[in-house]
């Protein structure tokens, strides 16, 4: 390494005071995001060379011979007793530029990390396809691995997980789980869905799906009595729909809805909120379970209808982003501001807020 710049003790020092990511930049100080900001260090700017030696540290054996030849990669980093690191590793003007994102290495219970007890309900299924939305470093990859950890130790199933790069890793407890990393483990998504169905699997793991290949992949592996998660980047359950079914060729989108119909089992969308005191983010989270209603709604391509019957499915354990945001801001955890700064309907919430203040609970029917 070159001079002055000490890689795993900063990282350490980052994760001990709450950062999220860590991101090297040549001629800038390191930075961290910390509750969804970018702060810079005192330390001095780095260099090229600093951040040369840094890549020649942290890229696995295996990838090595891409470096110089690649712009983009994606791979994981572990500093013992201190986190696990989804990399990044890119090209910014001719030099390089990396960000670390801390994954710990104990997995969080769904309480821990504040999410709803409807939430589990997912995990307690035997087949279909359960999506987990949002935007980057909403949480998603976190939820999933609540998930997975809940089912390892209740249930006594095959688990198949595919990822770019593999982020928490898991023992076995009541489950044999087998981790198999894109780009070294198998080459491709669609791929690796294609061969987990011979090897046995009860839940499948999909990081993410980025094209038509892997969605029509995970749709198949969820048809055939397998329990699919996967992650898209959607902000809301209708936003979900219709991205799916757009991703068909219109020719074929009827038949689509009726695949995704039977297939879908719900869908979890998720967004980081800074609490009032400013000291860590909580989730705020649209929960939509595909009832038989909703199935029909589908079928027939009434998208923009599911919205409604959300609000009315609370019984089913179903939340709008907006009621989710409104009942943290009516248990004090975040205020009246930064929901209506986060939400995408902010004239349904502050309608929702003025009934609040009339003296209807949240959640109440009228």
Partial sequence: MSVNFELNEFLKKAVSCGASDIHLKVG??????????????????????????????????????????????????????????RVNLSQSMY????????????????????LPSSVQQFAELNNGLVLITGPTGCGKSTTIAAMIDFINEKYKKHIVTIEDPVEFEY????????????GVDTPTFTSGIKYALR??????????????????????????????FATLHTNDAVQTVYRIINMYDPAVRDQVRKQLAQALRGSIAQKLVVTTDGTRRVPATEIMVVTPTI???IIKNQIDDIYEYIEKGAYSGMVTM???????????????????????????????????????????DE
């Fill in 28 to 85: 800038q100080p390191p930075m961290i995001r910390k509750n969804g900001q970018i702060l810079r260090s005192k330390i001095a700017p780095l260099t090229k060379e600093q951040l040369n030696d840094i890549v020649t540290l942290i890229t696995p054996y295996f990838f090595r011979s891409k470096i110089g030849r690649e712009t983009d990669m994606d791979f994981s980093y572990n500093l013992q007793g201190v986190s696990r690191f």
């Fill in 95 to 114: 030099t390089p530029n990396i960000v670390f994102r801390a994954i710990p290495f104990q997995v969080p219970k769904f309480a821990e990390l504040g």
């Fill in 171 to 182: 023992s076995d407890k009541l489950c044999k789980i087998s981790q198999r990393q894109v």
């Fill in 199 to 228: 090897q046995d699997p009860d839940v499948i793991l999909v990081g993410e799906i980025r094209d038509l290949e892997t969605l029509d992949a995970s749709l198949k592996a969820a048809e055939t009595g397998h329990l699919v």
């Fill in 295 to 297: 199935k029909d709604l």
């Fill in 322 to 364: 907006n009621g989710s945001l409104a009942g943290l801001v009516e248990a004090g955890h975040i205020t009246q501001e930064i929901a209506l700064e986060i939400s995408d309907n902010k004239t349904e919430l502050e309608q929702i807020f003025r009934g609040v203040y009339r003296g209807t609970k949240i959640g109440d």
